[in-house]
């Protein structure tokens, strides 16, 4: 299962009042573990950066007066990212911007549904407590030092860790991979499971199978698993 983690900086808040898109960071996940390939790309967002943005992520003018504009690297960004699940913290707000960008190069917007909310995960997980990135990484243990400024690259490699921890840990083995070991396949023995020497008795109730039978008769073409 490939997915993709991703973070933007902008230069505000709503691509609809003039602000766009000037740091784009992904990070490869397979399987829920990181391969190493990743994209990043600043973006000159074509208008001069207000003084809050800059604030946040420190790229002035003069630093993004010389990178290409989206329109260059649209398309390279879609061929990067496939039709992997996004993994984002905040979603609405990267793809709001992903999505207006798009849409003025007149390239496929990103349906809504591929995207995996960090953010709305936190919440129920963690309900009432600060959820925000920083905050998840001090939940769990993840160092993020180096992170005095917001930057879509090192960003994205924080919330892919922060995302494993959420959705269950970051071995998604438990530990039980074979990878180290000096045994190969041939070296395990030929074991296959028997069937136990006496069944275990059933622990439903005639009085209940009936009434399960019923309630599935009345779900008739709902019943999935009765189809042949």
Same mark, same amino acid.
């Given at each position: 299962m490939r997915e993709i983690v991703l973070d933007t900086e902008t230069t505000g808040f709503d691509p609809f009042s003039g602000d766009r898109i000037v740091e784009i960071g992904a990070v490869e996940l397979m +399987?829920?573990? =990181?391969?190493?390939?990743?994209?990043?790309?600043?973006?000159?967002?074509?208008?001069?950066?207000?003084?809050?943005?800059?604030?946040?992520h420190g790229l002035g003018d003069d630093f993004l007066r010389d990178k290409p504009k989206f329109a260059a690297v649209g398309q390279a960004f879609l061929d990067f990212?496939?039709?992997a699940k996004l993994v984002i913290h905040n979603a609405a707000f990267d793809m709001k911007f992903l999505n207006a960008e798009l849409k003025w190069m007149n390239l496929p917007e990103i349906p809504y549904d591929r995207a995996i909310d960090t953010?709305?995960?936190?919440?129920?997980?963690?309900? +009432?407590?600060? =959820?925000?990135?920083?905050a998840l990484c001090r939940r769990f243990g993840i160092?993020?030092?180096a992170r005095t400024l917001h930057g879509a690259l090192l960003d994205s490699e924080i919330l892919a860790e922060v995302y494993l921890e959420l959705i269950g840990g970051r071995q998604p083995d438990f530990g039980l991979s074979t990878a180290g070991s000096q045994k190969s396949d041939t070296d395990l023995p030929d074991w296959t499971p028997r069937p136990r020497p006496t069944p275990l008795a059933s622990r439903i109730t005639d009085e209940e199978a009936q009434a399960h039978a019923a309630f599935v008769e009345k779900m008739g073409d709902a019943a999935l698993w009765a189809k042949g």
């Open positions: +399987g829920h573990m =990181a391969t190493g390939k990743t994209y990043h790309q600043y973006i000159n967002p074509e208008r001069s950066m207000p003084d809050e943005a800059f604030q946040v990212i496939g039709d953010l709305e995960i936190a919440r129920k997980r963690f309900p +009432g407590s600060p =959820a925000s990135l920083d160092n993020n030092d």
